[in-house]
């Protein structure tokens, strides 16, 4: 039996993979593209794994989702939300897959911690899961441990793109067992549909973007697609965004004091930063010590949180730094925008000369550092805008614009990082009733309606993304078939948004570093 099996490949692009194809050092992902459709998928904005991944999940624009970012400031009460897999209660794809009666299981989906029922597995995943009660079934936790030694991180956080083999190892190690985890539910549990995902693939592009060290981790991906395509299976790989070389760090909440938005106070953090003692400083002591193993497990995400990064203060820390009866904006990373203002008079005025600045920003090279500026209201659609960033700008490609307050800079070149994301991502689909070819653009949200069509399903009429049907054979069974459309379900499966206080505490520990 043909079974479906999705492969999302974490911040990939056909830019940074193709030469690697075109030379033989990717034979099977030439396989599939020589037989597959393929080409662009874009990602809402910002492009980033939070919440993308949950947009292809649904096929549903951030402003239906209520998540836009890692973080979610709220300036009526001057707090911040971290969130997690309880903030995302849209039904998905497998549920509609279980709806119709066939099983599917979802390994190391982003934003899946706590994990909730589905039939028939899930395997949370993502930089905000735990290493504990992270499946569901809660048996098939012990089972993958036993099986593969399964982890949901390295046991060593690489922090560095220098000296840094045996944590680069270690996600090779973690590739590996994505997907040979995949392999076994296939065949062991039997599920008609299989999701897994590369999350640390995007970890290393950040890092070393297309050095050897990437392209060791495309090439063991590539070793374990064989069995795949020689399985029979029907195979889509996707991104949730792609990726492309750093040329200029932007400091956003530098540049919006810089310009009188933002005003800040001295804190213990900064003062920490000043002094040197960062979270990447104290890892690399930690590390040249061979404790990071035994200390790791033990030490809570918010208590590592309260130092400082290298760029700066961030999360929620930096919030105490606010001065926000002289603050008219404040900034999280990769594009976004909070207004302070008490009107809507008030908030457009400031909008207005943020657009006016943020349009004549030039980076390093000279070159702007945003290409387009959007409000929310003409970006997002949904129940949710109200709570997205006032402010969005597509940072051009090339920059990073960082979150973080109290560096003594507005721009800089990169350090540690050397790739960045970019809206651009890449999708291909292969195997049944499949035209082979380049089918152009789509977006992150159609390739959920795509699979449901290919699969039979009628496609719920409250996603924005459309099934892309000129994928599939004009004279085949999928390529003649009408799409056709359904309610949406009003729940998700077995699934529940109830958590108990232990989870709860245990979910504000933790953030986007690892």
């Given at each position: 039996?043909?079974?479906?099996?999705?492969?999302?490949?974490?911040?990939?692009?056909?830019?940074?993979?193709?030469?690697?194809?075109?030379?033989?050092?990717?034979?099977?992902?030439?396989?599939?593209?020589?037989?597959?459709?393929?080409?662009?998928?874009?990602?809402?904005?910002?492009?980033?794994?939070?919440?993308?991944?949950?947009?292809?999940?649904?096929?549903?624009?951030?402003?239906?989702?209520?998540?836009?970012?890692?973080?979610?400031?709220?300036?009526?009460?001057?707090?911040?939300?971290?969130?997690?897999?309880?903030?995302?209660?849209?039904?998905?794809?497998?549920?509609?897959?279980?709806?119709?009666?066939?099983?599917?299981?979802?390994?190391?989906?982003?934003?899946?911690?706590?994990?909730?029922?589905?039939d028939d597995a899930m395997?949370?995943?993502?930089?905000?899961?735990?290493?504990?009660?992270?499946?569901?079934?809660?048996?098939?936790?012990?089972?993958?441990?036993?099986?593969?030694?399964?982890?949901?991180?390295?046991?060593?956080?690489?922090?560095?793109?220098?000296?840094?083999?045996?944590?680069?190892?270690?996600?090779?190690?973690?590739?590996?067992?994505?997907?040979r985890t995949a392999q076994?539910?296939?065949?062991?549990?039997?599920?008609?549909?299989?999701?897994?995902?590369?999350?640390?693939?995007?970890?290393?592009?950040?890092?070393?973007?297309?050095?050897?060290?990437?392209?060791?981790?495309?090439?063991?991906?590539?070793?374990?697609?064989?069995?795949?395509?020689?399985?029979?299976?029907?195979?889509?790989?996707?991104?949730?965004?792609?990726?492309?070389?750093?040329?200029?760090?932007?400091?956003?909440?530098?540049?919006?004091?810089e310009h009188g938005y933002?005003?800040?106070?001295?804190?213990?953090?900064?003062?920490?930063?000043?002094?040197?003692?960062?979270?990447?400083?104290?890892?690399?002591?930690?590390?040249?010590?061979?404790?990071?193993?035994?200390?790791?497990?033990?030490?809570?995400?918010?208590?590592?949180?309260?130092?400082?990064?290298?760029?700066?203060?961030?999360?929620?820390?930096?919030?105490?730094?606010?001065?926000?009866?002289?603050?008219?904006?404040?900034?999280?990373?990769?594009?976004?925008?909070?207004?302070?203002?008490?009107?809507?008079?008030?908030?457009?005025?400031?909008?207005?000369?943020?657009?006016?600045?943020?349009?004549?920003?030039?980076?390093?090279?000279?070159?702007?550092?945003?290409?387009?500026?959007?409000?929310?209201?003409?970006?997002?659609?949904?129940?949710?805008?109200?709570?997205?960033?006032?402010?969005?700008?597509?940072?051009?490609?090339?920059?990073?614009?960082?979150?973080?307050?109290?560096?003594?800079?507005?721009?800089?070149?990169?350090?540690?990082?050397?790739?960045?994301?970019?809206?651009?991502?890449?999708?291909?689909?292969?195997?049944?009733?499949?035209?082979?070819?380049?089918?152009?653009?789509?977006?992150?949200?159609?390739?959920?309606?795509?699979?449901?069509?290919?699969?039979?399903?009628?496609?719920?009429?409250?996603?924005?993304?459309?099934?892309?049907?000129?994928?599939?054979?004009?004279?085949?069974?999928?390529?003649?078939?009408?799409?056709?459309?359904?309610?949406?379900?009003?729940?998700?499966?077995?699934?529940?948004?109830?958590?108990?206080?232990?989870?709860?505490?245990?979910?504000?520990?933790?953030?986007?570093?690892?």
């Open positions: 039996m043909t079974k479906t099996i999705v492969i999302g490949l974490d911040g990939s692009n056909w830019p940074l993979i193709e030469p690697w194809i075109a030379d033989g050092t990717l034979p099977n992902f030439g396989r599939l593209r020589d037989g597959g459709a393929w080409g662009v998928s874009r990602s809402h904005l910002p492009p980033v794994t939070c919440p993308n991944w949950k947009c292809y999940a649904s096929g549903k624009n951030p402003g239906k989702l209520g998540v836009y970012w890692w973080e979610r400031i709220d300036t009526t009460d001057q707090s911040m939300h971290l969130p997690d897999a309880t903030d995302f209660e849209s039904p998905e794809l497998w549920d509609y897959l279980n709806d119709g009666g066939e099983s599917a299981a979802v390994v190391n989906l982003p934003m899946s911690y706590p994990p909730r029922q589905i395997v949370a995943g993502g930089p905000r899961s735990r290493e504990d009660d992270y499946t569901v079934p809660a048996e098939l936790q012990q089972e993958l441990e036993d099986q593969f030694d399964y982890r949901v991180h390295p046991p060593n956080v690489l922090t560095s793109n220098e000296d840094a083999d045996e944590e680069v190892e270690m996600v090779y190690d973690l590739l590996r067992t994505r997907l076994y539910l296939l065949e062991e549990r039997d599920v008609d549909f299989l999701h897994v995902t590369l999350f640390h693939l995007n970890v290393l592009q950040h890092y070393f973007y297309d050095a050897l060290e990437t392209r060791r981790a495309y090439e063991i991906i590539d070793e374990e697609l064989g069995s795949f395509i020689d399985s029979g299976h029907d195979i889509v790989l996707m991104s949730d965004h792609g990726c492309t070389e750093i040329d200029t760090v932007f400091y956003v909440n530098n540049w919006l004091e933002l005003a800040t106070e001295t804190s213990l953090t900064s003062r920490l930063h000043d002094f040197g003692i960062t979270q990447e400083r104290i890892a690399n002591v930690v590390r040249t010590l061979g404790l990071e193993k035994r200390i790791r497990p033990l030490v809570p995400r918010a208590v590592i949180e309260r130092f400082p990064s290298d760029e700066g203060v961030v999360r929620e820390e930096k919030l105490k730094m606010v001065d926000w009866e002289n603050t008219t904006a404040i900034g999280s990373g990769q594009g976004l925008i909070y207004v302070v203002a008490d009107d809507e008079a008030e908030r457009e005025r400031i909008l207005d000369s943020l657009e006016s600045d943020l349009a004549e920003a030039t980076g390093i090279t000279g070159d702007p550092i945003a290409r387009d500026i959007h409000r929310r209201e003409d970006l997002y659609e949904g129940d949710c805008v109200d709570s997205a960033p006032d402010l969005i700008f597509d940072q051009r490609e090339g920059v990073h614009t960082s979150e973080a307050m109290g560096q003594d800079e507005t721009m800089s070149a990169p350090t540690n990082w050397r790739g960045e994301n970019v809206p651009s991502g890449l999708a291909l689909f292969y195997g049944t009733d499949i035209e082979p070819g380049n089918f152009g653009e789509i977006q992150i949200t159609d390739i959920a309606p795509t699979i449901l069509h290919w699969l039979g399903y009628r496609v719920p009429n409250d996603m924005d993304g459309r099934p892309v049907t000129e994928i599939f054979a004009s004279d085949s069974d999928t390529g003649t078939r009408s799409v056709t459309t359904r309610d949406p379900l009003t729940d998700r499966g077995n699934g529940t948004d109830q958590l108990d206080d232990e989870v709860k505490d245990r979910l504000e520990q933790i953030g986007y570093l690892e």
